[in-house]
């Protein structure tokens, strides 16, 4: 499992294991990182209410690692949120997954971290082009079956649809993902803490030494 592989690579101190591994890296290999990193956004996240798809929900990661986004938050309400490895391309790799098993306690974890919860709706208030003023926000995204629970849509104080011309009223949810995180992202310059910036580096090191594990094992880590 990618989630146990990634704890694993974070098992040791960020430091150490980016004196460890940097050596083995080229410089140009060190700056792409670094750069990449750099302009990553804890203050845009998304959470994903009980996804039922392994292929949309790997497509919603895609979209999130391509938009920088760190933090993806899910609600596994009745099933475990897999992701088709094949659509998510390694991106799965680059994001942070949190697991929540009810709604109350993915919104408890988005107030604690001061995000405003913004729902999609095709009736919304909001446009995309809005989001991008929003300090902090998490965009929520409902099931491909059932939408966004009512218990989720309550805690959201707005909402924000995606203007179409067409005789359809509603996109696939990663393609809706992608379009909402595209005009939230615009102009926002990375934002991740210190702590998380080196905790990112040291992750994206172990991805790129071939037998890092190995190479870690022998300096004592």
Known sequence: ????????????????????????????????????IGQRLESVSVLFDA?????????????CEAFGIQYVHVIERTEH????????????????????????EA???????????????????????????????????GNERDGITDDL????????RVPMRGFIESLNVSVTAAILL???????AGDLDPATRRRMYARALYYTVDRADEVLRAVGL
């Open 1 to 36: 499992m990618l989630e146990a592989t990634i704890a694993r690579a974070e098992a040791q101190d960020a430091e150490r294991v980016i004196e460890a591994l940097e050596p083995l890296v080229y410089e140009r290999r060190r700056g792409r990182l670094q750069e990449v």
């Open 51 to 63: 996804p039922h798809d392994p292929h949309n929900g790997a497509a919603v990661l895609r979209s």
């Open 81 to 104: 949120f897999l992701v088709a490895p094949s659509v998510a391309k390694g991106s799965q790799k680059w994001v942070d997954l949190l697991r929540h098993k009810t709604a109350d």
């Open 107 to 141: 919104v408890a974890a988005a107030k604690q971290l001061d995000l405003e919860l913004v729902s999609t709706h095709p009736e919304g208030e909001l446009l995309p082009t809005d989001l991008a003023a929003i300090p902090r926000l998490a965009i929520v995204l």
């Open 153 to 160: 849509t309550r805690a959201c104080a707005r909402s924000v």
């Open 182 to 188: 595209s005009a939230a992202t615009e102009g926002r």
